[in-house]
C-alpha cells in the first residue's frame, strides 16, 4: 500500500517543492514553439495550439497544487494572494488562446507570433504576482508591456492596428518611466535596498517626507496606467477598437489583472505607514473611473469602445475591494470579483470576435434582431451583459453585492455610494444591447449584412467558431457555477493578506 502511494505523494511533493514549476513549464512551451515553428516553416499550426494549450493547463493544475501542498522549506514561499493571481492569469491567457485561434486562422496570420507574446505576457504576469524586488517586478511589467503592444499591431495589413501601435507604445513608455522613477527613489530613500520588505523598514518616513510622498505618487501614475484608472485611461479606448478582437480580449484581462495585483502589493508592503494617503488616492481614482467610464459608454456607437469604458468602470468597482482589505476577509471581496470579471469579459468578447468574423463589424446597432439569426449564440452576450451590469441572478450581482458591503463595512463611505449609482447607469446601456438584439432593426437589410466580410478575412475560408463557442460554454458555466458556489468562493479567498 505504501509503495502505491509512494509515487503520487512524491509527485505532489515534487509540485510544492518546485515553487516557479508553473513558470517553467511556459518557458518549455515558448521553446518548444519557437523551434517547431522554425523547423516547420510555420505550416503545422495546430500542433502549436494544442502545445499552448496543454501547457496552460499543466502550469494551473500546478499553481493549484502548489496552493494545497505547502512549499518546502528552503524555497521561496509564495503567498495565497500571489497564488491566486498566478491562477487568474493563466485562465485569462488560456481562455484568450482559445477564443483567438478560429480568428487567427481565418485573418491568415501567424499564429506562432500570437502565442509567442501571449505566453510571454503571461508569464511576465506571473512573475509580477510575486516578484519582491524591484528590478525583477519592472522587469516583469514590460515583459507584459511589450508583449501587449506588439499585440496591438499584430495584424499589420490592418491600418487601425497600426494606428494602436502607434498610440500604446509611447505612452506604455511614459507610463513605465513613472514608474522606473518612483522605483528609484524608493531604491535612494531606503539605503540602497531592492527588496520590497526590506525597502519598507529601511525608509525613515519621517526624515524623507516629501520624497516619499513624490514617489509614491510616480508608482501610483504607473500602475494606474497599466490598470486604465482615470485620469490615465486615455489609451484604452482607442487600443481597443484598433486591436484585434481576441487581443482586446487578452488585454482586458491580463493586463488588467497583472496591474492589480501589482497595485495592491506594492502599497500593501512598502507604504504600510501612508495607508491613510494612499486610501484616499486611490479611493478617489476608483471613484472618477466609475463616473467617467459609465457616462461615456452610454455614448459608445462602437461595440469595443463600450467595452474599453466599460472595463475601466469595472477596475473602479475592483478598487473597493484593494480598499476594503482586513484582516478577517483579507482580499476576499476584490479577489472574488476579479474571478467573476474575468470569466464575464472574455466571455462578451468571445461572442464579439464570432459575430465580427461573420459580419466584419463591431458596430452596435449591427447587433440588431440578432436573435431572429442566431438564437442559441445570443444566450451569451445577453448572460454576460446582464452579469456585467449587476443585474440579478447572474455571478456578477452576488459579486458586486459583497464587494460594495465589505466596502461600506470598511468605511469607504463616498466610494460605495457612486459605485450603486454608476452601476444602475450600466445597467442601462446593457440592457439597450440586449433589446436591440431581441427586438431592435438597424434600418439596413438582412441580404447584405449576411455576407459582409472582414478585411483580413479570405472569403474562401470556411469559418468554424467551435474553439470561441467551446470558449463561450466554459466562461457561461464557470459564471453560473460562481454565483452559485459564492459563498465557498469567498471563503477560499479570505486569508490573503500579506
Known sequence: MNDTNFPSSNFFFLLGNLSILPERILIISLIAIVVIDLLNKGKNTILLYRISLISMSISAVASLCQWVVPIAPGNPHISNFSNIFRFFLLICSLLSVLLSIDYIRCSKTALAEFLLFTLTAGLGGMVLCYANDLITIYVALEFISLSSCFLSGYTKRDIRSNEATTKFLPMGGT????????????????????????IADGISFSQYVVPTYISAAFITAGTAFKSSLVPFHQWTPDVYEGSPTPVVAFFSATSKVAALALFTRLFGLIFPYLSNEWHIAAGLLATSSMIVGNLIAVTQISMKRMLAYSSISQIGYIMIGVLAADPENGYAGMLTYTFIYILMNLGTFARITSFGLRTGTDNIRDYAGLYMKDPVLTFSPVLRSSSLGGIPPPSGFFGKLHLFWHGWKAGSYPSVPVALVTSVISIYYYLKIIKLMFTGNNGRSDTPTAYIQNSLVSPSISISKSSIEI??????????LSGILIDPIIGITRNTLF
Open 175 to 198: 507610463s513605465s518611466s513613472f514608474l522606473l522613477y518612483g522605483f528609484s527613489s524608493l531604491y535612494g530613500l531606503s539605503g540602497g535596498q531592492l527588496q520590497l520588505d526590506k
Open 471 to 480: 470558449a463561450m460554454i466554459i466562461c457561461a458555466l464557470a459564471s453560473i
